[in-house]
């Protein structure tokens, strides 16, 4: 079994999306249940709490249903989980801080396989304090990088 963790700041918006996504990826390529997936934050600031109901609407208008409930990282994670993605580059430093140095090899952006923005930015932009088309955006993102992620990791030998 391979485990795979997505980690932001909140565990309500980025997170828990890009794990819905990746799940489907996995699901839809045969791989369930010899991978999984799970996400958390850096902060416990919404423990326990359901994703954003602005994120839930942009996913629902997908078909997608997130039932992920906060929870923050502990250093347990960096042992149980086997790749952990950093939704941005602020994610990907503060997690060499909350894991121990021997766990660092398994940290990743999660956008490492995508093509930079215009402004060089490999970032899942945080949508929080923004409007609707801040969590659009943030779909679309996720959407196509658990395909790229899912690409690299569990490539297909057909
Ligand atoms: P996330 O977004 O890291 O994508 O879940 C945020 C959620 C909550 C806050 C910031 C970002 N907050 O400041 O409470």
């Given at each position: 079994?391979?485990?795979?963790?997505?980690?932001?700041?909140?565990?309500?918006?980025?997170?828990?999306?890009?794990?819905?996504?990746?799940?489907?990826?996995?699901?839809?390529?045969?791989?369930?249940?010899?991978?999984?997936?799970?996400?958390?934050?850096?902060?416990?600031?919404?423990?326990?709490?359901?994703?954003?109901?602005?994120?839930?609407?942009?996913?629902?208008?997908?078909?997608?249903?997130?039932?992920?409930?906060?929870?923050?990282i502990t250093n347990r994670d960096g042992s149980e989980f086997d790749y952990i993605f950093a939704?941005?580059?602020?994610?990907?430093?503060r997690l060499s801080d909350e894991l121990g140095e021997k766990y660092w090899n398994k940290i990743?952006?999660?956008?490492?396989?995508?093509?930079?923005?215009?402004?060089?930015?490999?970032?899942?932009?945080?949508?929080y304090y923004g409007g609707r088309e801040g969590f659009a955006a943030v779909y679309d993102i996720?959407?196509?990088?658990?395909?790229?992620?899912?690409?690299?990791?569990?490539?297909?030998?057909?």
């Open positions: 079994m391979k485990r795979v963790l997505f980690v932001c700041l909140g565990n309500i918006c980025r997170s828990p999306l890009a794990q819905a996504l990746f799940e489907k990826e996995i699901e839809e390529r045969g791989l369930s249940p010899a991978v999984v997936a799970d996400s958390c934050g850096c902060s416990g600031w919404h423990s326990g709490d359901l994703p954003d109901p602005r994120m839930r609407t942009e996913a629902a208008r997908h078909g997608i249903d997130l039932t992920h409930r906060a929870r923050k939704m941005d580059e602020e994610i990907y430093d990743r952006l999660f956008r490492e396989w995508d093509q930079p923005d215009a402004d060089g930015s490999r970032d899942v932009p945080d949508p996720c959407e196509r990088n658990c395909r790229l992620i899912a690409d690299r990791l569990f490539p297909c030998n057909d």
